[in-house]
């Protein structure tokens, strides 16, 4: 029965003429992938093809069985009745399917002001395909404790890595350290995976992401996972090696790919070593993650100072370090040697990703040289630019209540 059924069916052709079909939209899918990937356009373009095609099937099914036999065949009842409804249903199903998702460009082009008072366009992702990620800490599994501010110091190699990227939002700020602060891990290590995904899904964070570390020999190892937050699902769990925190850079390029940001992006995207961003001196960053671990452990600035102190005295051109003394003067009430630290941030700050940059020229304009001008200009922008990042929304709201425009400012 079922070979006479084949038999009959190879006559029609309708294997011959489905496997033609299923070819044709493997190559139309293909084809909307690489323009998906050329001209930065939605991924949802991508399933929406692979739908379409699957379900014009049953046409191409009654299509191949009235008309695959040689010779002329008249067009059936049911063809004429059958095709068109499954094109109101597969219409029907894709409208469904895909009304509320953005099937245009992924980008947009803003026109911001610059600090100066000219203007600059720039373009941007748009805000539904930004991807977010919060990166929690590193357990030490070597057993020496002298290899543990790296727990610390990984994370921060991570996040300021990955915040180069204007497709990320990195998640991080006084919230979040508040949080870690509350449920008795400020370093963000030892945590299930269930209590990092609570605290992930408080801050609006897509994906987080958490690993742990050892030494071999000389040979940093480092075990990284990342997880989906809604679903609490493991995207992926990935070994890496080196001499170095330097094995950041790898660590940021596949975690990028993972989460989803387009390939060709990663390709041109300006990618900067870990190194260049801190410092490529080992004791340098050793002093400027100690520095972090005293503000977020103890509270201690004086310490902190002393720990930056120490850091720029090694590498005076580590602007992160530079940049986080001058805000630890700030706090301590020494101005003028604020300044100074300030200045060689300045300097440097071609070396910082974009967002850090905004933030050490408001610090500059708030605290060091006052500008209203520029600072409210500087706030405009950042927020722009990183429509996700709640920190910069609360400093332009700063920023326009200082001006008397409440309606904006509670808009913000």
Same mark, same amino acid.
């Given at each position: 029965? /079922?070979?006479?059924?084949?038999?009959?069916?190879?006559?029609?052709?309708?294997?011959?003429?489905? %496997?033609?079909?299923?070819?044709?939209?493997?190559?139309?899918?293909?084809?909307?992938?690489? +323009?998906?990937?050329?001209?930065?356009?939605?991924?949802?373009?991508?399933?929406?093809?692979?739908?379409?095609?699957?379900?014009?099937? !049953?046409?191409?099914?009654?299509?191949?069985?009235?008309?695959?036999?040689?010779?002329?065949?008249?067009?059936?009842?049911?063809?004429?009745?059958?095709? !068109?409804?499954?094109?109101?249903?597969?219409?029907?199903? &894709?409208?469904?399917?895909?009304?509320?998702?953005?099937?245009?460009? *992924?980008? *947009?082009?803003?026109?911001?002001?610059?600090?100066?008072?000219?203007?600059?366009?720039?373009?941007?992702?748009?805000?539904?395909?930004?991807?977010?990620?919060?990166?929690?800490?590193?357990?030490?599994?070597?057993?020496?404790?002298?290899?543990?501010?790296?727990?610390?110091?990984?994370?921060? %190699?991570?996040?300021?890595?990955?915040?180069?990227?204007?497709? +990320?939002?990195?998640?991080?700020?006084?919230?979040?350290?508040?949080?870690?602060?509350?449920? %008795?891990? !400020?370093?963000?290590?030892?945590?299930?995976?269930?209590?990092?995904?609570?605290?992930?899904?408080?801050?609006?964070?897509?994906?987080? #992401?958490?690993?742990?570390?050892?030494?071999?020999?000389?040979?940093?190892?480092?075990?990284?996972?990342?997880?989906? *937050?809604?679903?609490?699902?493991?995207?992926?769990?990935?070994?890496? *090696?080196?001499?170095?925190?330097?094995?950041?850079?790898?660590?940021?390029?596949?975690?990028?790919? @993972?989460?989803?940001? !387009?390939?060709?992006?990663?390709?041109? #995207?300006?990618?900067?070593? &870990?190194?260049?961003?801190?410092?490529?001196?080992?004791?340098?960053?050793?002093?400027?993650?100690?520095?972090?671990?005293?503000?977020?452990?103890?509270?201690?600035?004086?310490?902190?100072? @002393?720990?930056?102190? =120490?850091?720029?005295?090694?590498?005076?051109?580590?602007?992160?370090?530079?940049?986080? +003394?001058?805000?630890?003067?700030?706090?301590?009430?020494?101005?003028?040697?604020? @300044?100074?630290?300030?200045?060689?941030?300045?300097?440097?700050?071609?070396?910082?990703?974009?967002?850090?940059?905004? @933030?050490?020229?408001?610090?500059?304009?708030?605290?060091?040289?006052?500008?209203?001008?520029?600072?409210?200009?500087? /706030?405009?922008?950042?927020?722009?630019?990183?429509?996700?990042?709640?920190? %910069?929304?609360?400093?332009?709201?700063?920023?326009?209540?200082? =001006?008397?425009?409440?309606?904006?400012?509670?808009?913000?």
């Amino acid at each position: 029965m /079922a070979f006479a059924l084949f038999s009959h069916l190879m006559e029609r052709r309708v294997p011959h003429i489905l %496997g033609l079909y299923l070819a044709a939209s493997w190559i139309v899918v293909e084809f909307v992938n690489l +323009l998906v990937d050329r001209f930065a356009l939605s991924p949802h373009l991508i399933g929406l093809s692979m739908v379409g095609c699957g379900l014009l099937i !049953p046409s191409v099914l009654m299509l191949a069985y009235n008309h695959g036999k040689p010779g002329r065949q008249d067009w059936s009842a049911a063809e004429k009745v059958g095709i !068109p409804l499954n094109f109101l249903v597969a219409a029907a199903i &894709v409208v469904v399917v895909f009304s509320d998702r953005p099937l245009g460009a *992924t980008t *947009t082009t803003l026109t911001l002001q610059t600090e100066e008072g000219g203007t600059v366009e720039r373009v941007v992702p748009k805000s539904e395909f930004r991807k977010s990620v919060l990166v929690f800490g590193f357990e030490n599994q070597s057993g020496d404790s002298t290899f543990a501010w790296l727990q610390l110091g990984i994370r921060l %190699g991570l996040i300021i890595d990955l915040q180069q990227d204007i497709y +990320l939002q990195v998640g991080g700020g006084e919230e979040l350290q508040a949080s870690l602060q509350r449920v %008795g891990h !400020p370093l963000a290590v030892g945590m299930s995976v269930p209590l990092m995904a609570n605290i992930a899904r408080e801050q609006h964070q897509d994906y987080f #992401t958490f690993g742990s570390y050892t030494h071999e020999g000389d040979e940093l190892v480092v075990d990284v996972s990342l997880y989906e *937050t809604r679903r609490q699902r493991r995207v992926s769990e990935r070994t890496y *090696t080196g001499k170095d925190i330097g094995l950041v850079d790898a660590m940021t390029v596949q975690l990028r790919r @993972d989460v989803g940001v !387009p390939e060709r992006h990663i390709e041109e #995207t300006k990618d900067l070593p &870990v190194a260049d961003i801190l410092t490529r001196d080992p004791e340098a960053l050793k002093y400027l993650v100690l520095a972090f671990n005293e503000t977020i452990t103890t509270n201690d600035w004086v310490a902190a100072r @002393d720990y930056l102190e =120490r850091s720029v005295a090694v590498d005076p051109t580590a602007v992160f370090a530079q940049y986080y +003394l001058a805000v630890t003067y700030l706090i301590l009430n020494e101005a003028e040697k604020a @300044d100074s630290a300030a200045e060689m941030a300045l300097r440097y700050l071609y070396k910082l990703p974009e967002s850090w940059q905004y @933030d050490v020229r408001y610090v500059y304009y708030e605290a060091i040289r006052p500008d209203p001008v520029r600072r409210f200009r500087i /706030a405009e922008a950042r927020a722009r630019l990183f429509p996700e990042d709640v920190q %910069g929304h609360a400093t332009l709201a700063r920023e326009y209540r200082q =001006r008397n425009e409440i309606d904006k400012a509670i808009a913000e």
